[in-house]
C-alpha cells in the first residue's frame, strides 16, 4: 500500500508518526461551513456532531491539525498509566473483505487500501507525566465549541485483581481530567489486546465495579464507555441498564476483532486476531446502535449514544443521527481524507 493519501504514514511506525505531524496550513485556509442546530457531546454543548475518535490523534500537535480540518471533538489516543511501547509494524493491514457481521470469522489482507484495514498496535502510551502535560497542551489548541476527550485504559499485572484494575482506570481519568480533558472514554473494548482490560465490554459486572469506582474519582464530569461489538440483545438490555447511573454515553463499535490472513493463507499477527476498522463494519455498527437505541427509547433512559466504526459519508453520519445517536466519531475515513470533515460539512448545507 502506498501512502500517497493518508497523513498518518503507514509505511512507518508509531514512533515516527508520533514525531512527523503533518501541518494544517498545507490546506490553506478551508471554510468551516457551520452544521445548523444545537448539539451536544456526553450532554456538553458543542459546535457539531463531528468527533475524531481514539485512534489516530497521537499526541497534541495531532489534535491541534484535526481540530483546524472541522472536527469539533477531539479523542486523545488510548494513555495508560505508564509508558507501553506499541506493538511492531505493520500497525494497518488493508483487508479485503464486504461486510463483516459478526467476529472471529477469518479474512484476507490485501495488497490495496479498500477502505477497510486491520488495526494493530496495542495501545501504545506515554508515561503520564508526558500525556498529561501534553493534553493541557492539546486543550489549549483547541477554539470556543470544541472539547477534548481523553481515551483511559487499565494495565494490569498478572495479579491484579478486579479492585486494582478499577483503581488504575480511575486514577486514569483523574489525571486526564485534571490536565485538561473535558470528557474521558473509558476503554472497555480493544479486540487487539487479548487480556481483561481490552475485552471488559463482554464483562458487565466486572465492568459495573470498574464504573463505579471510576464515577466516585470524578464526581460528575463526562463520562463516556467504548464497547465492543455486541449483537446479543440480552448484553445489550444488561450494559443499558448498568450504565445508566454511571455513564453519559456509550460509544460504539470499537472495530471487530478477527484472525487475519496473507493471499498465501499464512496467519498474520501470530494468529491472533485485531480489530477490523473502516467500511467492512458500517453496516454492523449501524444494527447495534439500532439495538442500543431501542432498549434505551423502551426504558425511557436518558443514556446517550455515540456511534463509530465504517462511518464514511454523509449519508452515514445523517443515518446515526437519525437513529438518535447524540454524535459520531470517525477514525478511519479522516486518516485517508483529511478533509473529510471539511467535505461533510460542505454537502451538509448544500440544498
Ligand atoms: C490508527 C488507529 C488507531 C486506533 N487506536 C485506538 C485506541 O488507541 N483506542 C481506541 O479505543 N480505539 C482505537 N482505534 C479504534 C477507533 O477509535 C475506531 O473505534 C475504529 O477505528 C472504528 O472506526 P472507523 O471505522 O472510523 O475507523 C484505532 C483505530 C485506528 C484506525
Known amino acids: 500500500m502506498t501512502d500517497d493519501h493518508t497523513v498518518y504514514n503507514v509505511n512507518r511506525d508509531y514512533e515516527w508518526n508520533y514525531h512527523h505531524v503533518p501541518c494544517a496550513e498545507v490546506h490553506g485556509n ?3 461551513a457551520p452544521i445548523p442546530g444545537n448539539w451536544t457531546y456526553a450532554g456538553l454543548p458543542v459546535a457539531s456532531p463531528l468527533a475524531m475518535s481514539a485512534g489516530p490523534l497521537l499526541n497534541s500537535r495531532w489534535i491541534a491539525y484535526y ?13 495508560r498509566r505508564c509508558k507501553r511501547d506499541s506493538y511492531p509494524t505493520p500497525n494497518l493491514v488493508p483487508v479485503a473483505t464486504g461486510e463483516l457481521k459478526q467476529a472471529h470469522t477469518e479474512i484476507e489482507c490485501s495488497d490495496h487500501m479498500d477502505h477497510s484495514w486491520a488495526v494493530s498496535f496495542g495501545m501504545p502510551s506515554r508515561e503520564p507525566v508526558v500525556w498529561q502535560e501534553d493534553v ?8 470556543s465549541g470544541q472539547l477534548l476527550s481523553v481515551s483511559v485504559v487499565a494495565t494490569p499485572e498478572p495479579s ?5 484494575i478499577a483503581e488504575d ?3 486514569c481519568a483523574k489525571g486526564a481530567f485534571a490536565s485538561g480533558a473535558d470528557v474521558v472514554e473509558v476503554n472497555f473494548s480493544c479486540p487487539n489486546v487479548a487480556t481483561r482490560d481490552g475485552m471488559l465490554y463482554a464483562q458487565p459486572e466486572a465492568s459495573l465495579e470498574i464504573l463505579k469506582r471510576v464515577r466516585d474519582s470524578i464526581q460528575d464530569r463526562p463520562l463516556l464507555v467504548k464497547l465492543g461489538y455486541i449483537s446479543n440483545p440480552e448484553l445489550a438490555r444488561h450494559w443499558v441498564e448498568l450504565a445508566e447511573g454511571w455513564a453519559q ?18 496467519p498474520l499477527f501470530d494468529g491472533e486476531p485485531r480489530g477490523i476498522a473502516g467500511q467492512a463494519i458500517c453496516s454492523a ?9 431501542s432498549i434505551i427509547k423502551e426504558r425511557a433512559s436518558s443514556l446517550r449514544i455515540i456511534a463509530v466504526g465504517g462511518i464514511s459519508s454523509l449519508q452515514d453520519v445523517h443515518d446515526h443521527l437519525e437513529t438518535g445517536a447524540e454524535a459520531v466519531q470517525i477514525a478511519t475515513a479522516a486518516m485517508l481524507d483529511p478533509l473529510w470533515a471539511i467535505r461533510v460539512r460542505r454537502e451538509w448545507n448544500q440544498p
Do not use: W
Open 169 to 171: 482506570y480511575a486514577s
Open 249 to 266: 454515553a456509550l460509544v460504539m463499535v470499537n472495530c471487530i476483532g478477527t484472525k487475519v490472513k496473507t493471499r498465501e493463507g499464512d
Open 160 to 164: 491484579d485483581n478486579l479492585h486494582d
Open 285 to 293: 455498527v449501524k444494527d447495534q446502535v439500532r439495538l442500543f437505541r
Open 67 to 79: 481540530a483546524k480540518l472541522g472536527f469539533d471533538v477531539l479523542t486523545y489516543k488510548t494513555v
Open 30 to 32: 478551508p471554510d468551516i
Open 136 to 143: 493541557t497542551r492539546a486543550r489549549e489548541s483547541l477554539r
